[in-house]
């Protein structure tokens, strides 16, 4: 089992910025890839950007290119996602996931964290 655990989330306007964590623990071992997602009232759970557990390989949906940006630090086993210029429709709840493969696709994760909310008022 891998436990996940984010935090970071919060309110801000338009154009601000939030960074969100998500602290890994238990059976990492097992994982390679984590991946940031969310999930809009009304709307099917996203990608937003995945990194590849011990290496630097990184991918993001096109709607946050150039403004979201993953990023890890092996020794605190936590990973981060930096939201930079943020738009009311980045509005969501935001989870971390953990896999064994690099997808965009939430049904090939196998862990998850509780989620974190992101409200970004205009």
């Known amino acids: 089992q891998v436990q996940l655990v984010e935090s970071g989330g919060g309110l801000v306007q338009a154009g601000g910025s939030l960074r969100l964590s998500c602290a890994a623990s238990?059976?990492?071992?097992?994982?390679?890839?984590v991946g940031w997602f969310r999930q809009a009232p009304g709307k099917e759970r996203e990608f937003v950007a995945l990194i590849a557990w011990s290496g630097g390989t990184t991918y993001y949906a096109d709607s946050v290119k150039g403004r979201f940006t993953i990023s890890r630090d092996n020794a605190k086993n936590t990973f981060y996602l930096q939201m930079n210029s943020l738009k009311p429709e980045d509005t969501a709840v935001y989870f971390c996931?953990?896999?064994?493969?690099?997808?965009?696709?939430?049904?090939?994760?196998?862990?998850w964290g509780q989620g974190t909310q992101v409200t970004v008022s205009s």
């Open positions: 238990g059976r990492t071992f097992n994982s390679n890839t």
């Open positions: 996931a953990a896999g064994r493969a690099a997808n965009i696709y939430p049904r090939n994760y196998d862990y």
